[in-house]
C-alpha cells in the first residue's frame, strides 16, 4: 500500500498520516491483514476504542469470504467479537451491521437472521443492547419464491448499561410536523417539537449502494457513509478512536476523518484498503462524492419514462 499524507478539512490544520500498523495516538491506520491482528496493535497500544462499528461478512460465498458451516461462522465471529470488547472503552459501543446467512436455493432457501444468530454472542461478553435498528433500503435482489429482502440490521450495544455517550442533537432529523403544537399542560399553544429536529427512531431509510449510487465502487457490499456518520455522531466525540474490524473501501474511515475521528480498520483484500486510501485522498481535496446523512429519499415524479406505466402493460389490460 501507498503511504499517504492527508490534510484534514480546514477547520482543523493538522496533518494526518495513513499508518499500515496501528500505534497509541495514530491518527488513520489501514491495516493490511486478519483483523485480530489490528485489534492486537490496538490493545497492545493501550488505547481505547469508544465506537467498534463494522460489516462483517455474513457467510454466503462473496469473493472477500471463505464459506463455511454457520456454527463455525459464529465461533469465527466470537473470537472478533471478545477481542472488540477487550479494547473496548468503558463508555463505549460496538455496531454491528449485518444481513441474512441464506441457506440453499430456489424453494428450499432457508434465512438464519444473524443478528438474532450473533445477539447471544454479544451478550456472553456482558453487553446491553441499546438499540434493533432496521436499516431498509429501497433496491435489491428480486426473490420468486419468498419475499425480496429489503433491510438490514444494526445492533448497537454498550459495555456500560448507563454510562455511555448518546449525543441526539448531531443526528436529529427533520420534524415531520414542524406546526404542531401542544394542547394542554404548561406549554399549551407552543410548538410541541424540538426546534433541533427529532429523535431518528431506530428505523433507517436510506439507499445502498448500488451502481447508480454516487459512493459506489467496486465493493460488492458497501454500507452507505451517511449511515456510519449517524452512529459516529451519536456515539463519539471529536478525537475518539473509531475501530472498523472489516474495514472494506473505507466508509467508516472517511465518516471518521470528516467528523474529526481517530480510526483504525483491517482488510484481508488490499485492493480495497488501496481504494480506501484514493477515497480518503480524494475527500481531502474536496472530490469525494458522498450521500448526505439526511437527505430526503427521491421520488419519482412520472416524468421520467422509467417511473410511467408502459404502453404494452396498459393495452394487455
Not at 444473524?114 to 435482489?141: A, C, E, I, M
Not at 404542531?180 to 399549551?188: E, F, H, I, M, P
Not at 410541541?192 to 436510506?206: A, C, E, I, R
Request: glycine share 8%.
Amino acid at each position: 500500500m501507498k503511504h499517504q499524507q492527508l490534510a484534514l478539512p480546514v477547520e482543523d490544520a493538522r496533518v494526518l498520516n495513513i499508518a499500515s500498523t496501528y500505534t497509541s495516538g495514530e491518527a488513520v491506520c489501514l491495516y493490511h491483514g486478519n483483523c485480530l491482528d489490528l485489534l492486537h496493535q490496538v490493545e497492545l497500544s493501550g488505547d481505547k476504542a469508544q465506537l467498534v462499528i463494522t460489516s462483517p461478512p455474513y457467510n454466503v460465498g462473496k469473493e472477500y469470504e471463505r464459506p463455511m458451516p454457520l456454527e463455525e461462522y459464529v465461533e469465527d465471529q466470537r473470537q472478533t467479537i471478545k477481542a472488540c470488547v477487550d479494547i473496548l472503552a468503558e463508555s463505549g459501543s460496538i455496531c454491528w451491521q449485518v444481513g441474512h446467512y441464506i441457506h440453499g436455493s430456489g424453494k428450499d432457501k432457508e434465512a438464519f437472521p444473524l443478528d438474532l444468530v450473533l445477539y447471544p454472542v454479544f451478550k456472553s461478553f456482558g453487553l446491553t443492547l441499546k438499540n434493533r435498528v432496521v436499516w431498509q433500503f429501497g433496491h435489491g435482489l428480486h426473490e420468486t419464491f419468498r419475499f425480496s429482502g429489503r433491510h438490514e440490521t444494526l445492533l448497537w450495544f454498550t459495555r456500560c448499561a448507563n454510562d455511555y455517550v448518546f449525543n441526539l442533537d448531531p443526528i436529529r432529523i427533520p420534524q415531520k410536523y414542524p406546526g404542531k403544537r401542544s394542547y394542554r399542560g404548561d406549554k399549551k399553544g407552543k410548538p410541541s417539537g424540538n426546534p433541533k429536529g427529532k429523535n431518528p427512531t431506530d428505523v433507517w431509510d436510506m439507499p445502498n449502494v448500488k451502481s447508480n449510487h454516487p459512493e459506489k465502487t467496486e465493493h460488492p457490499c458497501q454500507f452507505p457513509v451517511g449511515l456510519v456518520e449517524r452512529m459516529l455522531l451519536a456515539t463519539t466525540n471529536p478525537n475518539d478512536l473509531v475501530v472498523d474490524p472489516y474495514m472494506g473501501v473505507g466508509t467508516t474511515a472517511i465518516a471518521a476523518v470528516k467528523h474529526q475521528r481517530r480510526v483504525a480498520g483491517a482488510d484481508i483484500e488490499e485492493r480495497y484498503l488501496n481504494i480506501a486510501e484514493d477515497r480518503l485522498v480524494a475527500f481531502q481535496n474536496g472530490t469525494l462524492q458522498t450521500r448526505p446523512m439526511n437527505e430526503p429519499l427521491y421520488v419519482p415524479d412520472g416524468r421520467t419514462s422509467v417511473s410511467r406505466v408502459p404502453d404494452e402493460w396498459l393495452i394487455s389490460k
